[in-house]
């Protein structure tokens, strides 16, 4: 079974610093789907970034870049110049090709953007 | 430009009693998604709908039942709730479905405690 492990339960950054949020999984598929999401307080999860297996070029949405390393299994979040906005729980998911829409959640990190 | 509706939002049952939480989709998604967060996991999905009239278990269904007799509505229905089902429940819909890529759109949420 798919596993996905987001060892740090909770961060903190000074608003406009960087910061980078750890996630690693376990599958023995090669094709499959990574995902960022972001969950602000009170309100809805919304999408952050998708990552494709095949695709070795790493994903970036504006300030939200990751860090893709499929030998290692790993699947991390960079935040530039953070924003108070950007304080929320953040989970990473994992789905793989094989048919089932079976998105499996880490545990998430919770961020806080200090200013 | 509601998205994804739930509804109850909040709600309080005793052991043993019954209750139907709706979601509601205006965007013409085939899938829908009922999750369940409890504190210190991340989301687990409980059943979903590839379609009007299919339902499918996830990873957590005993307990649950589900219907989608309409497109835009998916049901959650609890027959018998116990104290294991206090959560915060969420839906979602898809426009192709997670392992096809698709972006889950996300409702804000419904607390259920089971006393």
């Known amino acids: 079974a798919q596993t996905v492990t987001q060892s740090q339960p909770e961060m903190s950054v000074q608003e406009a610093e960087t910061v980078t949020l750890s996630c690693t999984y376990d599958?023995?598929?090669?094709?499959?789907?990574l995902f960022w999401y972001k969950q602000p307080p009170s309100r809805q999860m919304i999408l952050v970034i998708r990552?494709?297996?095949?695709?070795?070029q790493n994903a970036t949405e504006n300030r939200f870049s990751v860090n893709f390393q499929k030998a290692a299994k790993s699947f991390s979040l960079k935040i530039s110049d953070s924003q108070l906005g950007d304080t929320a729980m953040y989970f990473c998911?994992?789905?793989?090709?094989?048919?089932?829409?079976?998105?499996?959640f880490g545990k998430g990190t919770k961020l806080t953007v200090n200013p | 430009n509601a998205g994804v509706t739930q509804t109850p939002k909040f709600r309080v049952l005793k052991t043993g009693q019954s209750m139907t939480l709706l979601c509601a989709q205006d965007?013409?998604?085939?899938?829908m998604y009922w999750y369940r967060q409890d504190p210190g996991m991340g989301l687990r999905l409980i059943h979903y709908?590839?379609?009007?009239?299919?339902?499918a278990k996830g990873e957590v269904p005993d307990g649950y039942n589900v219907s989608r007799l309409k497109k835009q509505n998916f049901l959650l229905g609890l027959e018998s709730a116990a104290p294991s089902q206090t959560s915060v429940y969420f839906c979602?819909?898809?426009?192709?479905?997670?392992?096809?890529?698709?972006?889950?759109?996300f409702g804000e949420g419904s607390r259920l405690t089971v006393l």
């Open positions: 709908s590839v379609g009007e009239g299919t339902t």
């Open positions: 965007m013409n998604h085939e899938y």
């Open positions: 599958t023995s598929e090669s094709n499959y789907y």
């Open positions: 998911a994992f789905i793989g090709r094989g048919g089932s829409e079976k998105l499996v």
């Open positions: 979602a819909s898809s426009l192709l479905g997670t392992a096809n890529t698709g972006e889950l759109f």
């Open positions: 990552q494709e297996a095949y695709k070795q």
